[in-house]
């Protein structure tokens, strides 16, 4: 039995979470679940799976939680900091990071200095400080497997080659929802159509990141610290049909790939159970079907995000800190209507432009960079 806590449970990622350990109660057992203010779905979930313990951050939703659960043996918490303290808890063996943003990044770094494995689906954690995530983790002898369909790709086709050097990775994009499209087109477009993705369904933030290609620019910084790899050896490439998610080259040449269909519970099933596969009844595959792969290049000029993050990902230090805290706020943003869709990267690259570079962040520092470029990004919009 492994004891799961999950972070974020009332997501997109979590609620799939749940979905593999309802269909595999041998296997697994939920030890914390927390959610941020969906407090109708965490009561629903408590009561369904039992855990120790929950956290409603809203503070202004911990009476009803409370009160839901008075008649069980589930212990609640609220504020954002009980996310750390559930996370120093010594009750579970695996926590599944699948917080959205850089709030997840403090109870990872708890939970790993606490040598709890990781299953990382909260890519900003190591977008924002991956140097020190990693670091924490080979200290603590904890592993961190990747949730993220791409990465988790690279994870598996990597399983068995530990001595087999690397040349390049290549991740795949599915171009989103506005692939082919050009910037006079982006200029109107609004919330509602980029939160059409043609094959994934996920949470919002995520979404406009796909729409505006900044979350394959996250994945190829998310990469770097996963794989240990340089910058130039990761490439990505747009796949519309989203069957292969992604590839790995070895030194020989030789290139091994992962399919499937696109459905984020396999990954997070996988992540879950390594080194064991399990058994499931998910649709599958079928050649007859979907039978043309097809492959493109990135259109850098019209998706500056991912040429921005190429940047970020070159120069390090507290970059990509910087820029995934522009974006959070840009896409806030967004979300409400209150930017444009190009308007993001403007915001983005000003941000980037404005704080200053730090070449080794010491956390303390990410943290001051993920603040400033938060507020700068926010004068900007005039939030
Ligand atoms: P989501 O918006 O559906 O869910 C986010 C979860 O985090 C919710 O449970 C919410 O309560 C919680 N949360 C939000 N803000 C919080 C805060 N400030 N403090 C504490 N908790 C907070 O997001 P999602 O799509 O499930 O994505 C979660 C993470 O997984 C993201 O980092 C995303 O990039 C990554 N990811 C998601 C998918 C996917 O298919 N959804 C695929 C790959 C990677
Ligand atoms: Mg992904």
Known sequence: MKRIAIFGSTGSIGTQA?????????????EILTAHTNEELLIQQAKEFKPNAVVIVDEKKYS????????????VFTGEQSLEEVAAFDTYDMMLAAIVGFAGLKPTLKAIDNKKAIALANKETLVVAGDIVMQRAVDNRVPIIPVDSEHSAIFQCLVGESRNKIDKIILTASGGPFRGKKPNFLLNV???????????????KITIDSATLMNKGLEM???KWLFNLAPEQIQVVVHP??????????????????????DMKLP????????QRIPNDFPRYDFKKINMLTFEEPDLKTFRNLALSMDALAKGGNLPCIMNAANEIAVW???????GFLDMTDVIEKTMNYVPFIEKPTIEEYLESDGEARSYAASLIQL
């Open 18 to 30: 749940l979905d593999v350990i309802r269909a595999n109660p041998h296997l697994f057992e939920v």
């Open 64 to 75: 009803k939680v409370k009160d839901a659960l008075a008649a069980t043996d589930v212990k």
């Open 190 to 204: 609004k919330r509602d159509h980029a939160l059409q993705h043609p094959n994934w369904s996920m949470g919002a």
């Open 221 to 223: 910084i998310e990469a």
């Open 241 to 262: 049909q989203s069957i292969i998610h992604s590839m790995v080259q070895f030194e020989d040449g030789s290139i091994k790939a992962q399919m499937g269909l696109p």
């Open 268 to 275: 997070i099933q996988y992540a879950m159970a390594f080194p």
């Open 333 to 339: 943003a967004f979300l409400r209507n209150r930017v």
